[in-house]
């Protein structure tokens, strides 16, 4: 795994990293994971190739900085959404999952490239449980009487779901991303269903 050669100290260093980081997103997000190059990234941010390095030693590193901000981002969305677990019918909560992780992805185009990269940089672990950890409590919410082992069981098949929706909407047209929604959508009520009933 490549890690960022330097930690920005002051408030400047952040932003250029943020910048960096924003450039990359843009051209991941255009042209995919395989074809973004340093030089690319450098030239979006309007930074020099040195300042680029200075920062991340090579591309891994970029999309491993890329990936714990989305991964933390997305985490946070979803504490947004507690207590409306049991305020919801199961497909309403169903609707909600799927929603919240499409709403994502339109807002952080790059997202899908990012984080189905060959890329072997480490995500973060920990706020990966925090994912699955909001969505068992949505899960609690709306079945009290589940068990937190069963209630992570379920968050963890649910998030294994989505995960299978990331490759099928990234390479669809328009058209076809709203279908691929309903499918899954479909896909999850079913499960949920069985799973979440009183």
């Not at 989305?70 to 199961?90: D, N």
């Not at 937190?148 to 098949?157: K, P, S, Y």
């Not at 099928?168 to 949920?192: D, N, P, Q, R, W």
Request: aromatic share 8%; glycine share 6%; net charge positive.
């Amino acid at each position: 795994m490549s890690n960022p050669r330097r930690t920005p100290q002051q408030e400047r260093g952040e932003r250029r990293v943020a910048q960096l980081l924003e450039a990359a997103a843009s051209v991941m997000a255009e042209v995919g994971y395989e074809a973004a190059t340093m030089t690319a990234i450098a030239e979006r941010a309007g930074a020099s190739i040195g300042t680029l390095y200075q920062y991340f030693p090579d591309r891994d590193a970029v999309v491993g900085a890329l990936q714990m901000q989305y991964v933390e981002e997305f985490a946070a969305q979803w504490e947004s959404l507690k207590g409306r677990g049991a305020k919801l019918s199961l497909r309403q909560l169903a609707d909600l999952i799927v929603d919240t992780i499409v709403e994502y992805i339109g807002r952080r185009p790059a997202y899908l490239p990012v984080m189905t990269t060959p890329s072997t940089s480490m995500r973060n672990q920990g706020a990966r449980n925090r994912l699955r950890e909001h969505i068992a409590a949505l899960f609690r919410e709306r079945r009290p009487e589940l068990t937190r082992e069963d209630a992570l069981r379920i968050a963890n098949v649910t998030v294994q779901t989505m995960k299978g929706m990331k490759p099928l909407f990234h390479e669809a047209s328009e058209k076809e991303k709203a279908a691929i929604v309903c499918e899954f959508k479909m896909l999850l009520f079913g499960y949920l269903s069985v799973r979440l009933k009183a």
